[in-house]
């Protein structure tokens, strides 16, 4: 039989057959991934094939391939990655200005996974209805920058509801993930754009305005024709296989400039006639975004995974 993996608990997974039927399954035997040293071989999204034994106990024997995904650094096996989700039409990036801060190194990370793995990505500015007017104005400044850059960027509250109206238009008969830093507000959200679903939400810790962990795993939520994926809170994202000469490529004004570097192998750090450097001079690229690259650039040092970006 084949199906949909539509949750993860870690040890085991629901599998939605294509005639509608729901198995809970193992994975069957040492099966891994050809190529990819992952600490969760199936990941919510993927399309499997699965058997059943004489006792009825049901296993995933087969992934089918993968158009997509999203990839991050193994917070504590630096050497392996976790899949946050396989097979996905769009991500919605969850942040905040405050309560809590999503750094803008995490936003640029989240991104250029994205784009190295070909997932259109839309930032959700969440918690509008909490900002002061200082932390308005900054808000506005991200999303302007972002969007020069040519991200969809949406203000809302999902606590108020206001601006939802205008994110639900961008879901029917999509697959969309639903990621951000533990605290600012996915469980909420989707208790809003899906009525009933009832998760369980919590209060952000006053002593060091964090998240704190509500979903403990991953899952996809029917919307209409539609799949949200729920993902547990992130706190860091380290970045997995990327070659720093690829890593230009995933950062879209960078690398709009770098196409008229002196040297076809710049590394936008010293060289001369770099015109990524000149523009940066230019003000024609922001600097929270090139010390997001410039930290990408140093991701071989394997002990920076376990620290929080």
């Known amino acids: 039989m084949c199906g949909l993996v539509i949750k993860n608990t870690g040890s085991w997974y629901t599998v939605r057959t294509d005639d509608g039927q729901l198995f809970e399954c193992k994975v069957k035997g040492n099966f891994r991934l050809k190529g990819i040293r992952s600490t969760n071989p199936v990941a919510v999204g993927d399309r499997v094939k699965i058997i059943t034994n004489q006792e009825g106990t049901a296993f995933i024997t087969e992934i089918e391939d993968r158009r997509n995904y999203i990839i991050r650094k193994s917070i504590n096996l630096s050497k392996q990655s976790h899949i946050i989700a396989a097979n996905v039409d769009q991500a919605l990036l969850v942040v905040t200005i405050n309560y809590p801060e999503t750094s803008t190194t995490f936003i640029d990370r989240f991104l250029a996974s994205a784009e190295a793995y070909r997932v259109p990505v839309i930032l959700i500015f969440n918690k509008t209805d909490l900002l002061n007017t200082d ?175």
């Open 135 to 309: 932390e308005a104005h900054y808000q506005q400044m991200m999303i302007t920058l972002y969007e020069t850059i040519g991200y969809q960027c949406l203000p809302i509250s999902a606590e108020t509801g206001e601006g939802v109206d205008a994110l639900k238009k961008l879901l029917p008969d999509k697959i969309t993930l639903l990621s951000g830093n533990s605290g600012v507000g996915k469980s909420t959200l989707i208790n809003r754009l899906v009525p009933g679903v009832n998760l369980r939400t919590s209060e952000i810790s006053d002593a060091h305005n964090t998240g704190l962990h509500t979903t403990t795993f991953s899952e996809m939520i029917p919307l209409g024709d539609g799949w949200l994926i729920d993902t547990p809170g992130i706190k860091g994202f380290g970045t997995f296989d990327m070659e720093p000469e690829e890593l230009t490529s995933y950062f879209k004004e960078i690398f709009h400039f770098s196409q008229d570097c002196r040297f076809s192998n710049c590394t936008h750090t010293h060289e001369p006639g770099c015109a990524v450097l000149k523009a940066i001079e230019d003000h024609l690229i922001a600097p929270s975004r090139y010390q997001s690259y410039l930290s990408m650039l140093n991701d071989k040092d394997e002990s920076k995974y376990r620290e929080a970006f």
